[in-house]
Nanobody
Framework: QVQLVESGGGLVQAGGSLRLSCAAS????????MGWFRQAPGKEREFVAA????????YYADSVKGRFTISRDNAKNTVYLQMNSLKPEDTAVYYC??????????????????WGQGTQVTVSS
């Protein structure tokens, strides 16, 4: 069982930046592909970004490409989401997730095995 804890959310003005962190209890985080998802009020959960176990391969939703960067530090069992040029439409609860298929890189939330509790990001206009 992998426990994931997100942090770094908050309130920011449009155009600003935030860095989310996801700390994992699992000492072998490099066994997992990691993803970030978000869910806005009244909307379905949507894919944001994913990163393979090695950190070499990444995958982004079109809506965040060029603005968000996913990265990981396996030695620290932590995954990050750097969010720049934030827009009001980025407002959501952000979740990190772990996929035990370390070779995979998917936006399908059903493929992820473990989820954090989420952290709120609010972007004001």
């Amino acid at each position: 069982q992998v426990q994931l804890v997100e942090s770094g959310g908050g309130l920011v003005q449009a155009g600003g930046s935030l860095r989310l962190s996801c700390a994992a209890s699992e000492r072998t985080l490099n066994s997992y592909t990691m993803g970030w998802f978000r869910q806005a009020p009244g909307k379905e959960r949507e894919f944001v970004a994913a990163i393979k176990w090695s950190g070499v391969s990444t995958y982004y939703a079109d809506s965040v490409k060029g603005r968000f960067t996913i990265s990981r530090d396996n030695a620290k069992n932590t995954v990050y989401l750097q969010m720049n040029s934030l827009k009001p439409e980025d407002t959501a609860v952000y979740y990190c997730a772990a996929d035990n298929r370390r070779w995979a890189l998917t936006k399908d939330s059903d493929e992820y095995d473990y989820w954090g509790q989420g952290t709120q990001v609010t972007v004001s206009s």
